[in-house]
T-cell receptor
Framework: DTAVSQTPKYLVTQMGNDKSIKCEQNLGHDTMYWYKQDSKKFLKIMFSYNNKELIINETVPNRFSPKSPDKAHLNLHINSLELGDSAVYFC??????????FGPGTRLTVL | GQNIDQPTEMTATEGAIVQINCTYQTSGFNGLFWYQQHAGEAPTFLSYNVLDGLEEKGRFSSFLSRSKGYSYLLLKELQMKDSASYLCAVRDRTDKLIFGTGTRLQVFP
């Protein structure tokens, strides 16, 4: 029943590790997004994919690599994790740039 | 640059009316959204304005003036469950959603 789902919900890891976050939507939307919400609750777009094609890449370090195997999935892989990567990462989807539906978020803590 | 301003915090009493303002300066304008975010949860869509005027949806209304770069979200008959952050977001000319820092609303009995 869940419209946009993300795994894991919590991720605690050491600096320098590589980790992935998965996102799936069952709404049939064409566009998917990754957002980062920092400790001040500021929500910022990182990437956007439309039908598996990258359309927005917001000057995110290239340690972050999104992958969209099909239009229902958008995963985020992060290499060489740094302390500053600690945040909540939200996946979202929309149809034709209308309202976006957000996943529950993944709280990443880098130690 | 892109800038969206909202008050950081507001307080109100149960049953009252509160207005949350948002001013924006963005690269183009393709619509303005309001989202609600409870602590520890995902943002959820409240309203969308692309033309000037008032959009009403139950206890919530949203207003837009494109010439002034201004919007507000009006919440009537406040309930305790309305305590949350309210995020103003503008879709710019590249269809990217630019969020404000959000307004944390606390409703007291």
């Amino acid at each position: 029943d869940t419209a946009v789902s993300q795994t894991p919900k919590y991720l605690v890891t050491q600096m320098g590790n590589d980790k992935s976050i998965k996102c799936e939507q069952n709404l049939g939307h064409d566009t998917m997004y990754w957002y980062k919400q920092d400790s001040k609750k500021f929500l910022k777009i990182m990437f956007s994919y439309n039908n598996k094609e990258l359309i927005i890449n917001e000057t995110v370090p290239n340690r972050f690599s999104p992958k969209s195997p099909d239009k229902a999935h958008l995963n985020l892989h992060i290499n060489s994790l740094e302390l500053g990567d600690s945040a909540v990462y939200f996946c979202a989807s929309s149809q034709d740039y209308n309202e976006q539906f957000f996943g529950p978020g993944t709280r990443l803590t880098v130690l | 640059g892109q800038n969206i301003d909202q008050p950081t915090e507001m307080t109100a009493t149960e049953g009252a009316i509160v207005q949350i303002n948002c001013t924006y300066q963005t690269s183009g304008f393709n619509g303005l959204f309001w989202y609600q975010q409870h602590a520890g949860e995902a943002p959820t869509f409240l309203s969308y304005n692309v033309l000037d005027g008032l959009e009403e949806k139950g206890r919530f209304s949203s207003f837009l003036s494109r010439s002034k770069g201004y919007s507000y979200l009006l919440l009537k008959e406040l309930q305790m469950k309305d305590s949350a952050s309210y995020l103003c977001a503008v879709r710019d000319r590249t269809d990217k959603l630019i969020f404000g820092t959000g307004t944390r609303l606390q409703v007291f009995p």
